[in-house]
Nanobody, 119 residues
Framework: QVQLVESGGGLVQPGGSLRLSCAPS??????????MGWYRQAPGKQRESVAT???????TYANSVKGRFTLSRDNAKNTLDLQMNNLKPEDTAVYYC????WGRGDDYWGQGTQVTVSS
């Protein structure tokens, strides 16, 4: 069982920046997972993928965030970080960290962190 602790959400004005961080509990190394990523869910909408990274370090981004968001793994801090720049009101959502392990059913979600972009 892996627990994910998320941090970094908040209220920011359009054009501003936030950095989200996700840390797995225990001794699970961040680089050991099959895949990791950040997802978001806005009110009334389905959860969508924002950015994901595979064990081979292949990173994918949603078209809506390309060029503005950067996903990275910090092996020293054992965190998965999402740097969000030039935020827009449509980025407002609850952001969730997800990790997928190599075993059947190894799919874990964080509790979510609210990001609100508003003037």
């Amino acid at each position: 069982q892996v627990q994910l602790v998320e941090s970094g959400g908040g209220l920011v004005q359009p054009g501003g920046s936030l950095r989200l961080s996700c840390a797995p509990s225990g001794s699970s190394p961040i680089f050991s997972f099959k895949a990791m990523g950040w997802y978001r869910q806005a009110p009334g909408k389905q959860r969508e993928s924002v950015a994901t990274i595979s064990s081979g370090s292949t990173t994918t981004y949603a078209n809506s965030v390309k060029g503005r968001f950067t996903l990275s793994r910090d092996n020293a801090k054992n965190t998965l970080d999402l740097q969000m720049n030039n935020l827009k009101p449509e980025d407002t959502a609850v952001y969730y960290c997800n990790v997928v392990g190599w075993g059947r059913g190894d799919d874990y979600w964080g509790q979510g962190t609210q990001v609100t972009v508003s003037s």
